[in-house]
């Protein structure tokens, strides 16, 4: 005879509210079997966009799941009123195309069970959770999935020129301002730079010049100074040009060179 049993994915927590690019994301995902019946294989399984590379998966009661890319799959055993903790982790490597990252948690009930809220009529055993929900009589939105998405912030990056006057004596810097067209709530943003001479020369400057600059998160600006000789020569303008190179996660770079003068 037909089982009852009324499952329900409860709820999904995310661990961060805002991803860059390499982040770890961790999802806590909890179900619950709302009887009255009790449930042998169950199937619960875990999806999110393909960007997202599930590393580890576990269950509070010690089932052991399958993962496969960005998916997660696992056969639960739930008694009446029982409830189950998933904790699921992943890396995001890419920015996905909606430019959040999506993921979906649902349970299936077996061919045994009728859940209330998430039966399709067919004699057909249950396999697509998205077609037993969408059924009647309960129709779209059952209890039985859950969706969640997460921002993946990207911000371009650009450097603008930089002049000054080298005078005699003492030292004298140039500054270069690195600007995010806005800023990236979820992480720092880093940039390598390095200059390439026009009419300058090593002599004009105190050190070898490159670095990294980082914006940290939250902030739209910074500015990257460089420490130049100073003499009493009268000279010409001198120019050379400074690149930034090799972002960190959460930032494209859209203007990569500036002029110094």
Do not use: W
Request: with cysteine.
């Amino acid at each position: 005879s037909m089982k009852e049993a009324n499952l329900e994915v409860v709820s999904i927590n995310r661990a961060k509210d805002n991803l860059c690019i390499g982040d770890q994301q961790t999802y806590t995902v909890v179900v619950r079997n709302n009887g009255p019946s009790s449930v042998t294989g169950a199937g619960f399984r875990f999806t999110a966009s393909p960007e997202f590379t599930i590393t580890s998966a576990s269950v509070n009661d010690g089932t052991i799941g399958t993962i496969t890319g960005s998916q997660y799959d696992a056969v639960i055993d739930l008694n009446n009123a029982e409830v189950l903790t998933f904790t699921i982790t992943g890396t995001i490597s890419a920015i996905p195309a909606t430019g959040n990252l999506d993921v979906k948690a649902s349970i299936l009930r077996p061919a045994d069970v009728n859940d209330p809220d998430a039966t399709n009529p067919d004699a057909a055993p249950p396999t697509d959770p998205d077609a037993e929900c969408n059924s009647a009589p309960s129709g779209p939105l059952c209890n039985n999935i859950k969706t969640d998405e997460t921002p993946v912030n990207v911000v371009n990056i650009s450097v603008g020129n930089g002049s000054a006057t080298e005078g005699s004596g003492g030292t004298r810097t140039i500054s270069f301002p690195v600007t995010l067209v806005e800023a990236n709530p979820g992480c720092a943003v880093s940039v390598d730079y390095a200059i390439t001479h026009i009419s300058t020369s090593a002599d004009d400057f105190l050190t070898l010049v490159s670095g990294t600059i980082t914006i940290p998160a939250g902030q739209t600006t910074g500015n990257i100074s460089i420490p130049l000789n100073t003499d009493s020569l009268i000279e010409y303008n001198e120019t050379f040009t400074l690149t930034i190179s090799n972002p960190t996660i959460g930032g494209v770079i859209t203007g990569a060179t500036a002029t110094g003068t």
